[in-house]
């Protein structure tokens, strides 16, 4: 694959940021991600790029160089979350966590708990989830009142497309029978017509104003926290979507004061999407941190039912789910970003909204000339890919299309979706394999803090296609499972590749910029149920160590 002037501007930048290191990693397998290539016994770094891999015996002279002792552990090429949100994943460190809750009843024991912890103020948390609940129904905010009687509370559904709020936060917000919702959203109500509390898509935007607002110093702190959590489960790098575009000179700053361990690839919010236009691209701290890409949404989340299906929910047929935007104010962005060399990632879960984005694509690529083309090659991406037509997945090919898909979505809702979609339509529902089969680029990402975003999870159901008990269900389409050699590609390589820099990360090879991931497992060998009870030992980044939980 050709060297894009971009990537070779990025490898010509002068180093800052944090200090490279020399090193001599043994003493472990070392999978190099190279087709063909059998695994090596050490790597040498010098001055944050790969300067020898093979054979122990073969090693050049290493006088002077620090030697990391794999004991045992199996090391990759460096693993980056192909789709993640490093805000939200710091902030769930700071805020009420309710990912984990098995029921209403334990989701409202702990925002009781909360609420006596901290008496004063908005409450606001996420991770809730009722797919598994006995309850199996949505929070209220009646359960919010009772559990935090005239509080301001705000908790956000895990998959980030629908929030529940107190009565208190509804009268703050002004929200009654008689609102009604914005374009995208939803409000949804009683039999009397009354708010129950559920705010879904767009209509979250009417409590937007309630949430606290923190100042530079905590947003500094929940990124410090994204990174140190990130860094412990062995990911050296993240796309950071809906990257606020407030913070990326936040992010900017901390990379040139050393205080990014992580490469950040940023799609920011499309507030920012003119200004980045203008701009251009932008890499600080030796490439640490890119601003390359905008994120749209087409339409919402499958197990709200704001996914866009072409046909009704097969368990609410009034609905068809949810389109955020329009072809009218899309695709003039979208002819802006090819002019200006800007990629575009967009979100589309639903077999509607994925078919929408599609047409777009291919009209906002038709209809501006390919001389006016910054890049030649754009690489766009769809955000999810989730329910897609077995008919459309050709479009990925042919325009072509990066999907960029989270293994663990599937695993999570294989509980629910059957009863969203009915069977039909699982045959084009989290459809790796269908897709990398037809050579298209699959990128994995976790979409943490929706998912845990924990990456031997992501490859545990990338390659199993299975719960983490080992369930899986009547015909979860288990065709659609894919190799370990791909799932290793889908948090390496791809990712490399979907950000214009498979020259200098993805494989271990002489010449790469040294980023390696060390597992205390082999991925390639272990048995496929105990890849989830592994975890990371080692994390470099440009030849730094930045996790060392040997």
């Known amino acids: 694959m050709r060297l894009t002037l971009f990537a070779s501007f990025i490898a010509l930048a002068l180093p800052s940021g944090a200090l490279a290191q020399d090193l001599l990693i043994r003493g472990g397998t070392i999978h190099t991600g190279v087709d063909g290539q059998a695994p090596a016994e050490a790597v040498l770094v010098r001055d944050g790029r790969i300067a020898f891999v093979g054979h122990l015996a073969d090693v050049p002279d290493a006088t002077g160089v620090q ?24 902030w769930r460190e700071m805020t009420l966590n309710l990912e984990g809750s ?14 006596q912890a901290h008496p004063e103020g908005v409450i606001a948390g996420r991770g809730w989830i009722e797919t598994h609940w006995p309850e199996g129904r949505f929070l209220t905010a009646a359960d919010l009142d009772a559990a935090a009687p005239g509080r301001i509370v705000l908790l956000g559904r895990a998959d980030g497309h629908a929030v529940v709020v107190s009565s208190a936060a509804l009268a703050a917000a002004n929200i009654d029978g008689d609102t009604q919702p914005p374009s995208g959203g939803e409000i949804l109500k009683d039999a009397q017509g009354r708010p129950t509390g559920m705010l879904v898509d767009a209509a979250e935007q009417l409590v937007a104003d309630l949430m606290p607002q923190a100042d530079e110093a905590a947003t500094r702190t929940a990124y410090g926290e994204g990174f140190k959590v990130y860094a412990r489960y062995g990911w050296t790098g993240v796309h950071f979507m809906s990257a606020p575009w407030k913070d990326i000179p936040l992010l900017e700053a901390m990379a040139e004061a050393g205080q990014a361990p992580l490469r950040l690839y940023n799609s920011v919010t499309p507030d920012g999407a003119r200004a980045l236009f203008a701009s251009g691209p932008r890499s600080v701290a030796d490439g640490r941190v890119i601003t390359r890409a905008v994120k749209f949404y087409a339409d919402g989340a499958l197990g709200s039912r704001g996914a866009a299906l072409f046909d009704p929910y097969a368990d609410q047929p009034g609905t068809r789910g949810l389109m955020q935007t329009t072809e009218a104010e899309a695709v003039p962005l979208y002819e802006a970003a090819l002019r200006s060399g800007i990629q575009i990632a967009t979100h589309a879960i639903g077999d509607r909204g994925n078919r929408e984005v599609v047409d777009w694509y291919a009209r906002a690529m038709t209809e501006t000339p390919r001389g006016e083309w910054k890049a030649a090659d754009p690489r766009w991406r769809i955000e999810h890919a989730q329910i897609l037509r077995p008919g459309d997945y050709h479009w990925f090919h042919d325009l072509p299309i990066v999907a960029s898909m989270q293994p663990s979505h599937a695993i999570g809702d294989l509980h629910f979706a059957p009863a969203r979609l009915g069977d039909a339509r699982l045959d084009g529902a989290y459809a790796w394999k269908s897709l990398s089969d037809r050579g298209v680029v699959v990128v994995g ?4 803090p929706v998912e845990r975003g924990d990456p031997l999870i992501e490859f545990y159901a990338a390659v199993a296609r299975r719960d983490l008990q080992g369930f899986q269900g009547p015909d979860w389409r288990p065709q659609e499972a894919v190799s370990r050699e791909t799932a290793l590609k889908m948090f390496t390589l791809w990712p490399a590749w979907a950000s214009f820099r498979e020259d200098e990360l993805g494989t271990i090879e002489p010449g790469k910029r040294a980023d390696f991931t060390a597992f205390d497992i082999d991925l390639m060998t272990v048995l496929e149920a105990d890849i989830p ?5 080692l994390t470099v980044v440009d ?5 060392d939980g040997r």
Request: no cysteine.
């Open 102 to 115: 098995a029921s209403v009843a334990e989701a409202m024991a702990r925002l009781s708990a909360w609420a």
């Open 67 to 90: 030697v990391v002792e794999l004991n045992g552990a199996a090391l990759f090429p460096g693993f980056t979350d192909g789709h993640a949100h490093l805000d939200g994943i710091g």
């Open 543 to 547: 030849g730094e160590i930045v996790f």
């Open 533 to 537: 009870k592994g975890k990371a030992v």
């Open 445 to 448: 990402g976790s979409d943490a």
